[in-house]
């Protein structure tokens, strides 16, 4: 069974950064593209950032220049670099497979807040 562990959230105020990882387990990892979502209270969860096996890189429009998605396949973790961080931006931030047909159960996720 896949296990999805994020890591490296906080409490940072608005404008600092933060550096998020996601550990899968297996090959889970190697054959999936793989996003970071977030959820906020009361809110949907959205897909912010992704990438595919080869390194090709898209963002949600609210985060471009600004989160930079990255992964290690030898050490099967995806990372999250987020700047500028913005106080709308509290979430739990989740990683997952980008394609619903290959996800994962969602992991525990890691609390971003931002203050003002």
């Known amino acids: 069974q896949v296990q999805l562990v994020e890591s490296g959230g906080g409490l940072v105020q608005a404008g600092g950064s933060l550096r998020l990882s996601c550990q899968a387990s297996?090959?889970?990892?190697?054959?999936?593209?793989m996003g970071w979502y977030r959820q906020a209270p009361g809110k949907q969860r959205e897909l912010v950032a992704d990438i595919t096996t080869g390194g090709s890189t898209n963002y949600a429009d609210s985060v471009k220049g600004r989160f930079t998605i990255s992964r290690d396949n030898a050490k099967n973790t995806v990372y999250l670099q987020l700047n500028s961080l913005k106080p709308e931006e509290t979430a739990v931030y989740y990683c997952?497979?980008?394609?619903?047909?290959?996800?994962?159960?969602w992991g525990q996720g890691t609390q971003v807040t931002v203050s003002s």
């Open positions: 997952n497979a980008v394609y619903i047909d290959r996800r994962a159960g």
């Open positions: 297996g090959t889970f990892f190697s054959f999936n593209a």
